[in-house]
């Protein structure tokens, strides 16, 4: 039993007694929607994924090709200048195995997911899922591909890639 | 370079719909949740006061928000009260038109220094100054919420 | 520029979910930072106020909402906001206050209740990924930290057993926290047993979210050393935010901290911090960030931070000490007041106060430091005793 100094205040509760109304409560759903302008720049990378392709952004000052794109450099302060496309393939820079939904429940599953350096793009790129591999094969350095949806299922979305598998490229074809 | 890109493709311009799908389940806190189970329980509005500052609280605070004194005199306040401001409200929260427009009042309630917000029925309007009563549902259908109050009518 | 001090602090326990409003959870921390160094309210001029997200609450202008508990009635407040840096920013900008001669007496209170957001509060960090590009694809808050970790462990080499040691310190240090809900005794294997939320992140690794508020009070060089023979001087603020872009930075290593770090070093006239620091609570709300912002903070060289921990450096009666609170891990998360509590726990150690906590040989110069957003601000103070 761990011995404590003068009681500080504060009432815990536990579970069991909102449960049970042991206290009053009060609950409200907080429903808001939200329509989120892509902007310029996310607007392009979006119809380009339908395209099936990955499109960056250049900076010339910082030499720099920006995925995501942006339509300003936040380094340098100034418009980028020019729209570049990159690869559908890329690196792994960091991966993950995720037993637990956005709402902290647990999945059956565990999904996999990657920070993917994409190849023509300066330093790091997107956040996606990997497929195809088990996690203990996953490496740093990884070279992975995007797996896409087919063209008629696109429809401008990060989920227009299904997700980046392991790559050789010489065993796989180009796409 | 100016820093707009001329769009060619409009088909570029979207929004994205999204939502926060999160739900709050409130606490009432200390002196909330005795109010809240005076109300409930016994029908009685509950105010505190701070003898340094000679101000009733309503609803109960656990502290004085002008001299941070700790606050233990509970005192009755209410039922009846006095008319300090009123509006005619003709849309809801959405901003819908209502079918029945909506009286809204701050009334202080005798005792408290303090404002109370709520609905005024069985009345054809009233004025600053009025006199009205609290209208309370049933004990057995009081959950300990501000709408264990159905409204204030003039007395 | 006026010198400015600590002069007083104070803690609520920290909870899973308290009973209390926000409000109510300020006073408490608020009013008992004010009887500590015998003030009133009425002495107090202007006050520093912070929370994290509105989400958590389901509050709209929490600040305001907040301000009465924090004694902000008829004063200016003003409500700095960084995430989970707050706890540190706050006193930056109280510091700003009387510093700047426009306040003497600085009330700095922060609170957090983040029991109110359900179904959990991660889901108010939901809109902290980019709603367009990441969403979609679902994301756990927790993602972002485990690539992070991964990509520190890997660039270094460093074992999970090595990160462990972390988890293993701070929650027995916690123990002897008036304050903690989460202290235990427990080992290296009991972390790595414990269930994998999203590898390499086991549960152990992780602070849980907590309710909870903390305050100190801020006051000018004059009004300080009236109320207390012992002022704990700030010497040196710093504060620095790195790109939202968080897919384009290096993981690896924390270079908003650094920045931040030089920021406050450089005014306080620190040279060496690995000797001229006694005290540090960097912020750890998991294991590996502890080692990740000890490096961040100059006082581990890059990918070394794992070694002082396993030498025993960083135990409190080892040459360095950090988090000997028992930090975010070993307390509570209540995530602005935990920053806030890192300040308090060097306003006692400096001042000899920190009990069956209290490192050994009377450290003079103390550091705190807190980060958050998505993962991108790092926020420093130096505080120091004669």
């Known amino acids: 039993m761990r011995e404590r100094t003068t009681p500080l205040p504060g009432t815990p509760l536990s579970d069991a007694a909102v449960h049970q109304g042991k206290v009053l409560t009060l609950e409200w759903p907080s429903s808001l929607r939200y329509a989120w302008d892509t902007g310029v720049a996310v607007g392009r990378f979006?119809?380009?994924?339908?395209?099936?392709?990955?499109?960056?952004?250049?900076?010339?000052?910082?030499?720099?090709?920006?995925?995501?794109?942006?339509m300003f450099c936040e380094r340098?302060?100034?418009?980028?200048?020019?729209?570049?496309?990159?690869?559908?393939?890329?690196?792994?820079?960091?991966?993950?195995?995720?037993?637990?939904?956005?709402?902290?429940?647990?999945?059956?599953?565990?999904?996999?997911?990657?920070?993917?350096?994409?190849?023509?793009?300066?330093?790091?790129?997107?956040?996606?899922?990997?497929?195809?591999?088990?996690?203990?094969?996953?490496?740093?350095?990884?070279?992975?591909?995007?797996?896409?949806?087919?063209?008629?299922?696109?429809?401008?979305?990060i989920l227009d890639i299904r997700y980046f598998r392991p790559f050789d490229s010489a065993q796989d074809r180009p796409a | 370079m100016g820093s707009t890109?001329?769009?060619?493709?409009?088909?570029?311009?979207r929004a994205w719909p999204g939502d926060f799908p999160v739900s709050h389940l409130y606490t009432m806190g200390i002196a909330g949740e005795r109010f809240f189970r005076e109300l409930k329980d016994s029908g009685r509005f509950l105010g505190t006061r701070c003898a340094a500052c000679d101000h009733v609280y309503l609803p109960p605070s656990l502290f004085c928000p002008r001299c941070f004194a700790a606050l233990e005199e509970w005192k009755e306040v209410g039922p009846q009260g006095t008319v300090r401001a009123?509006?005619?409200?003709?849309?809801?929260?959405?901003?819908?038109?209502?079918?029945?427009?909506?009286?809204?009042?701050?009334i202080q309630l005798d005792g408290a220094d303090d404002l109370l917000v709520h609905r005024i029925e069985e009345s054809n309007g009233v004025s600053i100054g009025a006199r009205v009563e609290a209208v309370l549902k049933e004990a057995a259908q009081r959950q300990g919420s501000i709408l264990d109050v159905r409204y204030f009518r003039p007395v | 520029m006026r010198k400015v001090a600590v002069v007083g602090a104070g803690l609520t326990r920290f909870m899973r979910r308290a009973q209390e409003t926000g409000p109510e959870l300020a006073w408490l921390a608020a009013s008992r930072a004010l009887e500590s160094c015998e003030l009133n309210l009425k002495d107090v001029d202007s006050v520093a106020l912070g929370s994290a997200p509105d989400a958590f609450d389901g509050v709209h202008m929490k600040g305001e909402y907040l301000s009465a508990g924090a004694g902000g009635w008829g004063r200016p407040v003003i409500r700095p906001y960084a995430g989970g840096g707050t706890g540190v920013l706050m006193p930056v900008h109280a510091w700003f206050n009387v510093a700047s001669g426009l306040s003497d007496v600085c009330l700095?209170?922060?609170?957090?209740?983040?029991?109110?957001?359900?179904?959990?509060?991660?889901?108010?960090?939901?809109?902290?990924?980019?709603?367009?590009?990441?969403?979609?694809?679902?994301?756990?808050?927790?993602?972002?930290?485990?690539?992070?970790?991964?990509?520190?462990?890997?660039?270094?080499?460093?074992?999970?057993?090595?990160?462990?040691?972390?988890?293993?310190?701070?929650?027995r240090n916690g123990l002897d926290h008036p304050s903690t809900h989460v202290a235990e005794e427990i080992t290296v294997e009991d972390v790595l047993e414990s269930e994998v939320m999203v590898s390499p992140?086991?549960?152990?690794?992780?602070?849980?979210?907590?309710?909870?508020?903390?305050?100190i009070v801020i006051a000018a060089e004059d009004v300080a050393q009236r109320l207390t023979d012992k002022p704990v001087w700030i010497d040196g603020v710093g504060w620095n935010l790195d790109t939202a872009y968080w897919t384009n930075r290096d993981l690896a290593y924390p270079s908003y901290v650094e920045r931040a770090a030089r920021m406050a070093y450089k005014m306080a006239g620190i040279t060496e911090p690995r000797k001229q620091i006694n005290v540090v609570e960097p912020y750890d709300p998991f294991s590996y960030k502890e080692l990740h912002h000890l490096e961040g903070l100059l006082l581990a060289d890059k990918g070394q931070a794992p070694k002082i921990t396993a030498d025993g450096v960083t135990q409190r009666n080892g040459d360095m000490p950090v988090c000997p609170s028992g930090g975010l891990l070993g307390v509570g998360n209540p995530i602005a007041a935990a920053g806030l509590m890192k300040v308090c726990e060097i306003f006692w150690q400096l001042r000899g106060e920190a009990g069956r906590?209290?490192?050994?040989?009377?450290?003079?110069?103390?550091?705190?430091?807190?980060?958050?957003?998505?993962?991108?601000?790092?926020?420093?103070?130096?505080?120091?005793?004669?």
């Open chain 1, 76 to 157: 340098c302060f100034h418009p980028t200048d020019a729209w570049q496309y990159v690869e559908d393939s890329g690196t792994i820079n960091t991966y993950s195995e995720s037993h637990i939904r956005w709402d902290a429940s647990r999945i059956e599953e565990p999904i996999l997911v990657a920070v993917i350096e994409i190849d023509g793009a300066s330093g790091g790129g997107l956040l996606h899922y990997l497929g195809e591999v088990r996690a203990e094969d996953l490496r740093i350095g990884m070279k992975v591909k995007a797996v896409w949806k087919p063209a008629e299922e696109r429809q401008g979305s």
């Open chain 3, 357 to 386: 906590r209290q490192v050994p040989g009377q450290p003079k110069v103390g550091l705190a430091q807190a980060w958050g957003d998505l993962m991108q601000v790092g926020t420093v103070v130096v505080m120091r005793v004669d």
């Open chain 2, 5 to 13: 890109e001329h769009v060619e493709r409009v088909t570029d311009l």
């Open chain 1, 46 to 70: 979006l119809s380009e994924l339908k395209r099936g392709r990955i499109i960056g952004r250049r900076c010339h000052r910082c030499q720099r090709v920006l995925v995501p794109p942006r």
């Open chain 3, 201 to 215: 992140v086991n549960r152990l690794d992780i602070s849980p979210v907590s309710d909870g508020a903390a305050a």
């Open chain 2, 86 to 106: 009123v509006t005619t409200a003709h849309r809801g929260v959405d901003g819908e038109t209502l079918e029945t427009p909506e009286t809204l009042a701050l």
């Open chain 3, 108 to 171: 700095v209170v922060a609170e957090e209740k983040m029991s109110t957001c359900h179904p959990h509060p991660q889901g108010a960090f939901l809109t902290i990924f980019d709603n367009i590009l990441e969403r979609p694809l679902e994301p756990n808050l927790i993602w972002i930290f485990a690539l992070e970790m991964r990509r520190y462990m890997e660039t270094y080499g460093i074992a999970k057993e090595e990160i462990a040691l972390v988890s293993v310190k701070n929650k």
